[in-house]
């Protein structure tokens, strides 16, 4: 369980990132963090690995006060991808980077083989093996940062932009690895801008504003709070549009494309 108790964290330059955040993050919950640029998404989740620590309040990670604890201890419960994987890649190959992590925390070399070449194949970059991490486009880094996460197993995996520089069928898979994390009672935290990618993972979303959680919950619910959205600069998915414009509707919004056209044909087949 992640666990914000009034956190307040003011940068360096006086500007207030986060401003008394209370919220809490179950073990095995799916939750999505929504709202404009600065609004104090990507410091919050800095919080829950121990980089930042609250100016005031305390942030609890399975109990563990990250004031108290060093940052190494908390990376093996929590894996977090950044929005810029520049900032975490730094081996001399894709494989040195994979293997780098395991090793550190004490696997066996057989281990740390099977766990590369499974990372490697799931995001399609074995091709890059003893290729330099420098060599790949933003979107095959972003994939390298969540292979090497995944690859040691956290308790908890944070992903923050994850969709950046990613493909359609990319971001297809990364939705399908975020669902079997789901399945295997993983605590997944998505920081992101991309709506439409969210929508159908149907997620608990935390909207952020100016530092302040102003609305948390399902996402059925929130993504149809209008004001709530506008007010946070945040987008509402297209399919939750489409359903409000249905005279004849069922009383959820499509959780994705296949179900809306599954209603759509069976509302108007003869």
């Not at 359609?168 to 605590?187: F, P, V």
């Not at 959820?252 to 179900?259: G, K, R, S, V």
Request: hydrophobic share 40%; aromatic share 6%.
């Amino acid at each position: 369980m992640i666990e914000f108790q009034d956190v307040t964290f003011v940068h360096q330059n006086g500007v207030k990132a986060l401003d008394g955040v209370t919220l809490k993050i179950e073990s095995g919950e799916t939750v999505a963090l929504v709202g404009e640029n600065g609004a104090g998404k990507t410091t919050l989740v800095k919080h829950v690995t121990g980089l930042l620590k609250p100016a005031s309040g305390r942030v609890l990670v399975d109990g563990q006060d990250t004031k108290a604890t060093s940052t190494a201890r908390l990376s093996r419960k929590v894996g977090v991808a950044f929005q810029n994987p520049d900032h975490q890649l730094f081996s001399e190959s894709v494989e040195e980077e994979m293997s780098f992590a395991l090793r550190n925390f004490g696997f066996p070399p057989e281990v740390v083989r099977n766990r590369v070449a499974w990372g490697l194949e799931l995001f399609g970059l074995e091709e890059y093996r003893k290729s330099s991490p420098l060599v790949l486009s933003g979107g095959e880094k972003k994939r390298l940062t969540l292979a090497c996460i995944l690859a040691w197993d956290p308790d908890v995996v944070i992903l923050d932009e994850p969709t950046v520089g990613q493909d359609s069928l990319q971001k297809e898979r990364l939705a399908g690895t975020i669902k079997l994390l789901k399945s295997a009672e993983k605590t997944v935290v998505v920081v992101s801008h991309d709506i439409e990618f969210l929508w159908p993972i149907q997620p608990r979303v935390v909207v952020m504003k100016a530092g302040k959680v102003v609305g948390d919950g399902p996402a059925p619910r929130i993504m149809q709070d209008e004001a709530l959205l506008a007010s946070a600069r945040v987008a509402q998915p297209q399919l939750v549009e489409f359903h409000r414009s249905l005279s004849s509707k069922p009383l959820e919004p499509f959780a994705d494309a296949l179900e809306a056209r599954r209603w759509v044909e069976g509302a108007f087949r003869p």
